[in-house]
C-alpha cells in the first residue's frame, strides 16, 4: 500500500500538521510544535500551510479501519467472535 499525504482526522485547525506527522510516522504534536515555532521565526512557514490547507486532499469518510472493500461499500472483515462479515 502506497503512503499518501491527506490531511488528518485528528484535526485541531484543518488536520494539515496531523496529516504530515501520519505521512512521517512521527507524533502530531512534534510537527505542531515545530511548525508554530517557524511561523514565529517568519519565512514562508504560514503561506506553505495555507497552500498545503487547500491543497491536501481530506481524508476518507468511508474507510473506517481499513476494512471496507468493493465498488458499492460493502464492508467485509471480522467479527470481535472470529466468524466472517461481508
Known amino acids: 500500500m502506497e503512503k499518501k499525504l491527506i490531511k488528518s482526522k485528528d484535526k485541531k485547525i484543518s ?15 512534534m510537527v505542531r510544535v515545530a511548525w508554530a ?6 519565512g514562508i512557514t504560514l503561506v506553505a ?5 487547500f491543497a491536501m486532499p481530506e481524508p476518507d469518510n468511508n474507510n473506517i ?8 461499500g460493502n464492508i467485509s472483515g471480522t467479527n470481535t467472535n472470529g466468524s466472517s462479515i461481508h
Open 37 to 42: 515555532v517557524l511561523a514565529f521565526l517568519g
Open 65 to 72: 479501519d481499513g476494512n471496507i472493500s468493493g465498488t458499492n
Open 15 to 29: 488536520g494539515v500538521a496531523a496529516g504530515v506527522a501520519e505521512y512521517f510516522g512521527v507524533d502530531p504534536t
Open 49 to 53: 500551510y495555507l497552500v498545503c490547507w
